[in-house]
């Protein structure tokens, strides 16, 4: 029977408990500010929890620029807070009228609610007005008012105007933030430049006294020199904070549309190095490449730089000078050269061998190790040519100059030996035709 008169006491319990439950509920729903913001403001203080990224305080943006900040909470971090605001802002954007920022205080908890059309935007909480040293009230009055201004879309000069104060002031927040590492930076690369300056010369000095090749010693110069630039700048960009593992995977990233941009710089980057270290021609070298022929004047790293014998700069693009073939004139100190002269067939052919020797032994151009030849190379229709083949200075100036010494002075010799050098002969045969006969009988 005790049992019994037990069961409608239990469930009266249960009953006010589920009553409490929903008051509760109900209360905390009217409010509809901490449950918005998931900022849950109880009677007795949270612990603090640090923010997640770090930052105490984050941007309240309206149409892309900063309005004003707020701060973190015990039970949220500030960006996470202002993300939630930022989207509520944007959606009242999207309306083509959002309407006025009302403040509707809530004095037994301290707090203060900014709503637009009856829809909760924010909260302005007793941390708040701490961390900007004002009461929630006025905390509130200068959202509200800084909120309704943005809402209200400016002219086009105040807009344009809005907006590059506000770019200036973040650009020059940057730079002073930034001072210290930027100061670094510029320390270390000047010292780079010193220090790169100093190796060059002294790379260079070193491959002048072992090499004694100007294109080597250039060569060693600059890559030395461009080592130490390598280096700098990874210190510098560690100077600034930039992670260069990272840096090198975005570049790895994107190194196959680098590539293709680049690749006729990068080809003749590489050409330049293979032509220096493989040496197939030397500064005031002569030379001919391609379509071009003259003296190699300077050896870079993009582009090779001709002057033709006419007096003309030809700048040749390294790819196209390691893909062509050259023809170096003065990679030896002497050069084959010759002469072709045709003699009657009635002459002695010995005889005229003799008188060319001779004259030709006798002009101190003409190099006497190897010595000097006269081949019998063709019995043409009227004359016997005779090839005459002598060996003179490489260079172009010596080479041109006793070439017309030689075939002047092999063709006074021979006419003063009283040997023939006849032109070419041609027989004319002419016959009769047969009508032009019958015209003469008849």
């Known amino acids: 029977m005790s049992q019994l008169f037990d069961l409608p006491l239990k469930r009266s319990r249960l009953t006010a408990i589920l009553l409490i439950a929903i008051a509760s509920c109900f209360s905390i729903a009217t409010t509809g500010v901490a449950q918005n913001e998931n900022l849950l403001t109880p009677s007795e203080p949270a612990p603090t929890i640090m923010p997640s990224d770090g930052l105490y305080f984050a941007d309240i943006v309206v149409r892309n620029r900063p309005i004003f900040q707020i701060g973190s909470l015990p039970q949220l971090d500030a960006s996470a807070r202002a993300a939630i605001i930022n989207r509520r802002i944007a959606s009242l954007l999207a309306q083509n009228d959002p309407g006025q920022v009302n403040i509707a205080p809530d004095n037994p908890r301290q707090i203060a609610t900014l709503r637009v059309n009856n829809r909760i935007l924010m909260t302005v909480t007793q941390q708040d007005a701490e961390d900007f040293g004002l ?98 700048f ?11 593992g990272a840096l090198l995977g975005a570049l790895g990233l994107t190194s196959v549309a680098i590539g293709f941009s680049l690749k006729d710089v990068l080809s003749n980057y590489i050409s330049g190095v293979i032509l220096l270290a493989a040496r197939p021609f030397r500064i005031n070298d002569q030379v001919v490449i391609g379509d071009y022929e003259g003296t190699i004047t300077q050896i870079q790293l993009r582009a090779t730089t001709m002057k033709t014998y006419d007096g003309r700069v030809v700048y040749i693009p390294n790819q196209e000078v390691f893909q062509a073939s050259i023809i170096n004139n003065t990679a030896s100190p002497r050069r084959r050269s010759s002469v072709t002269v045709g003699i009657d067939y009635g ?30 190379c063709e019995l043409a229709a009227s004359t016997v040519n005779l090839e005459i083949r002598f060996w003179v200075d490489s260079r172009r100036s010596g080479f041109l100059a006793t070439t017309s010494r030689v075939a002047q002075v092999v063709k006074e010799a021979l006419e003063t030996a009283g040997i023939e050098m006849p032109t070419d002969i041609y027989t004319l045969v002419l016959k009769k035709l047969p009508h032009e006969i019958k015209l003469k009988e008849s």
């Open 234 to 244: 990874v210190i510098a960009l560690g100077v600034m904070g930039l992670d260069f």
């Open 135 to 232: 009461s929630v009230e006025q905390l509130a009055q200068r959202w509200a008012e800084q909120l309704n201004a943005a809402f209200n879309q400016p002219p086009l000069a105040i807009d344009v105007t809005q907006r590059l104060y506000i770019t200036t002031r973040e650009l020059l927040r940057d730079i002073i933030g930034n001072l210290p590492a930027l100061v670094g930076a510029i320390v270390v690369i000047g010292l780079t430049w010193g220090v790169a300056m100093g190796v060059r010369y002294i790379a260079y000095s070193w491959a002048k006294q072992t090499e004694g090749d100007s294109s080597t010693e250039l060569l060693i110069g600059r890559l030395s020199y461009g080592g130490v630039w390598v280096v700098g």
């Open 347 to 376: 002459e002695d052919i010995s005889e005229a061998i003799a008188v060319i020797t001779k004259v030709i032994n006798n002009i101190e151009s003409v190099e006497a190790t190897p010595a000097p030849d006269v081949l019998v």
